[in-house]
């Protein structure tokens, strides 16, 4: 693992996301993955734990935030986006390090970013709703402008209640309640409260896993925000992405070519 960070072997997979109500390509997520000598591409299930255990996270975290800025800086500028917005996770581990936010501030200070677009995903509702050093660290980050998303939001550890803080600018539906959303009317009731509450909170929502049209359709009925899953585009390489920029730009939708 340590040898993988020396050898350049991670990479940055980006997953559009879209306005639901427009199709509009508005934002990216960035996700790690890893080009194993020997294994191929290896999502972050089977080494984000190694990561955190021998406390690598910190520094792979501190190479994806660079990385990240660097590329979405790159973006705005070639195509003349500068409201292209960009997703990144962080860990607990991550959160507990007294480096984050000055990480955060230099890759923004030295892309000439405007921190608005930067948005980061915690997965743990617990952080928000104690004074510890984790929320501490996010107070920090919201000093900085950046956003802040609860992710995986609708399961056990991230709830209604990890909403009451002043700290969350958005959160994203878990993509549990959406895979059976078409059936599953308990579920569509959980979506539905869900947006309506954030909706009275200010908060913007954003819904994974979208795999179907009648799970778009449904989250346009409900006044969702933003979408992503396969039914729009599966993550690539950053160099695809210009390509589907370049086309938007041009006005050919990416909803409307990742459609059957």
Known sequence: MRHALVRNEFVL????????GSGRLIGLEALLRWQHPRFGLL???RFLSILESSGLIHSAGEWVINTACQQLASWQQKFELPDLSLAINL?????????LVETVAKAIANNALDSGCLEFEI???EI???RSAELETLH????LGVRLSLDHFGTRDVSFSSLDTGVIDSFVLDQSLI??????????RIIRAAIAMARGLDIEVAAEGVETIPQLEFLRSCNCDLAQGF?????????KVSRILRSEIAGTRLLSRSAP
């Open 231 to 239: 039914l729009i585009s599966r993550p690539m390489q950053a160099d």
């Open 179 to 188: 895979q059976d959303v078409e059936v599953n009317g308990s579920h569509q």
């Open 123 to 125: 997965g743990d509702g």
């Open 140 to 143: 920090g980050l919201r000093k």
């Open 13 to 20: 997979h980006y997953q559009p996301r879209i306005d639901v």
């Open 128 to 130: 928000v709703r104690q």
């Open 91 to 99: 860990s607990q581990q991550q959160l507990k390090h007294g480096r």
């Open 43 to 45: 999502p972050p299930a």
